[in-house]
């Protein structure tokens, strides 16, 4: 078995003798299980960035929509597209990643300033639904886009502008706008967000502006729609209407971001494709002693549900500026990791910090650390027994695949999979081995990152004729991957899931295979004995020892 997988599989008697048994001095070599996402900006819009980037470890890249133009994101896919085509002439490997685009959602904005604009704590500040204060904005009185606020806002309500970074409460509520007390001032800049966190606002759930992003998303290709400003399941009908038959591939994560959408979370989670935890945006809305209980809460319901889930916002941010990131920011990643998290976001640190491809790597550490500590034991079983009623075939062939892996201590579930759907079912089961899925569909090569521990393999040959001789192919592609990728070694136990028969909706395979590799050879096969491939293996390294002793005694 390799050290990689030994450092991660081993486990003592109780959580608590595998967390003092953890390894402090050795760095941790296996496979990270959850998906890195990085977000491109001014900072890392170049090919040599992204390659570094997506060699040191990034799954999907986030194109976001609320800065940047349709000519950016397109310069930026196209600059992801020639570092794929860079890794492959290097490697002969084909790589794949994701692309996910972050709609602005709907918002409330204020208008243009006159000047600047300093509002300091005990100040009064009229905000004005009268057009003509548009470009007009001064210390007394701004103008707001959204006429409604005066009939749904009541006096002592709190308003946030600028992504929190203002508060305001409400002292009167007037005829053509609010006046407001300013509790927490600062800078008031041009076309600000305004958030009202205990209103529910009846703008639309695809702005102008959405409808617009999202037919270039669907052009271009994308794999992810990253929801912001989602309120309630019925928001989510409304996104896939918009998607429509030429959209339905695109997964739809929804946005956690604000009080109501945390309200109404159950709903949201059911309707939704995925999860993404705004942790800054919800931090302006409720106490922000409650934003880790909140964590806990949100990711547990997920991987309960078996909802992937994303942790987003301030995850290394002081790497904006630095090179290293704080104490704090590193335990806070590897609880995320240990909370249950599938992906973590990276956005201005990898945006538009100068530091990029270090921010990726420290998070990559980070994340292959925080999973050492992970008690998978428990874990499965909780998941287990979670699960109620009668079973489906897929479920079924899920947890025996992740029991199977568990009894033998296989260091990689090999799925082959048409859709991706196989492996995702596992990987709800959180095994404690990474999960490679061969796949002939580009699609499910990228779709599948959003769940932990999946890594997909795009399988390009045609297929056999016969369909046991394609399985054999399938698998000795994986496994020889898996060989390069260091995660497999001599005799190490594999898990493998297939169809019993060609084509979508058929997984009911389930089988256990030991890796062997012969001299002077990259490529993997696999016996179904494991005294055999241990033998093999001794064969082997007898011959190689035999050759070098013949070389010695012609020299």
Not at 177 to 192: A, R, W
Not at 315 to 341: K, W
Request: aromatic residues 6%; glycine residues 6%; hydrophobic residues 40%.
């Amino acid at each position: 078995m390799s050290y990689s997988a030994k450092t991660l599989l081993r486990e003592g008697s109780t959580e608590l003798n595998h967390i003092c048994e953890l390894e402090i001095s050795k760095t941790a070599s296996h496979q990270r299980l959850v998906s890195l996402i990085a977000t491109i900006s001014t900072s890392s819009r170049n090919t040599d960035t992204i390659y570094k980037m997506i060699m040191k470890g990034v799954n999907i890249f986030r194109l976001n929509f609320a800065h940047e133009s349709h000519e950016m994101h397109s310069k930026t896919i196209e600059l992801i597209n020639e570092a794929l085509e860079k890794i492959h002439k290097e490697t002969g490997q084909l790589r794949t990643v994701a692309i996910a685009a972050d709609t602005r959602g709907p918002q409330i904005r204020t208008g243009l300033l006159d000047g600047d604009v300093f509002l300091r704590t005990g100040d009064n500040l009229r905000l004005s639904i009268n057009r003509d204060l548009y470009d007009k904005g001064n210390k007394e009185a701004v103008y707001v886009d959204y006429p409604n606020i005066i009939n749904l806002t009541k006096t002592g309500d709190r308003l946030f502008i600028d992504d929190g970074k203002l508060l305001l409460h409400v002292m009167e509520v007037g005829v053509d706008g609010l006046l407001c007390e300013v509790i927490q001032g600062g800078q008031l800049k041009n076309n600000c967000n305004v958030i009202l966190p205990e209103i529910e606002i009846d703008l639309p759930a695809v702005s102008e502006k959405d409808m617009f992003d999202i037919q270039f998303s669907m052009k271009a290709n994308v794999d992810f729609l990253f929801a912001s400003a989602v309120r309630c399941a019925k928001n989510i009908k409304e996104l896939r209407a918009v998607l429509g038959e030429k959209g339905r591939h695109i997964k739809i994560i929804a946005k956690i971001d604000s009080k109501i959408s945390l309200s109404r979370f159950s709903e949201i989670m059911r309707a939704a494709d995925g999860l993404l935890l705004s942790r800054a945006d919800l931090g302006t809305q409720i106490p922000i002693h409650k934003l880790f209980i909140t964590q806990k809460s949100i990711l547990g319901q997920c991987n309960k549900a078996g909802k992937p889930v994303i942790v987003a916002s301030h995850i290394l941010e002081s790497m904006r500026t630095e090179v290293q990131p704080t104490r704090a920011e590193c335990f806070d990643l590897a609880n995320a990791i240990i909370d249950g998290a599938d992906c973590i976001m990276l956005s201005s640190e990898v945006a538009i910090g100068p530091y990029p491809t270090e921010v990726v790597a420290t998070c990559d550490k980070l994340c292959r650390e925080a999973e050492k500590v992970l008690w998978f034991r428990d874990l499965f079983s909780d998941l287990v027994s979670e699960v109620r009623g009668e079973l489906d075939a897929a479920h079924s062939l899920a947890i025996a695949t992740v029991e199977t892996a568990k009894r033998t201590n296989a260091t990689l579930i090999l799925v082959l999979t048409s859709s991706g759907r196989s492996a995702t079912l596992v990987s709800k089961f959180r095994p404690r081995c990474p999960i490679m899925a061969i796949t002939r569909c580009e699609r499910a090569a990228r779709w599948v990152y959003i769940h932990r521990g999946v890594l997909p393999m795009l399988y390009t040959s045609e297929p056999s004729s016969d369909y046991a001789t394609d399985v054999d192919a399938r698998v000795h592609f994986g496994l020889t991957c898996a060989k390069k990728m260091e995660i497999i070694s001599d005799g190490d136990p594999i898990v493998i899931l297939s169809a019993w028969k060609d084509g979508g909706g058929f997984t009911n395979n389930l089988r256990v295979v030991y890796s062997f590799f012969e001299a002077d050879r990259v490529d993997c096969l696999f016996r179904a004995d494991r005294r055999l491939s241990q033998k093999n293996t001794n064969l082997v390294m007898a011959n190689r020892d035999g050759k070098e002793s013949s070389l010695n005694n012609i020299m």
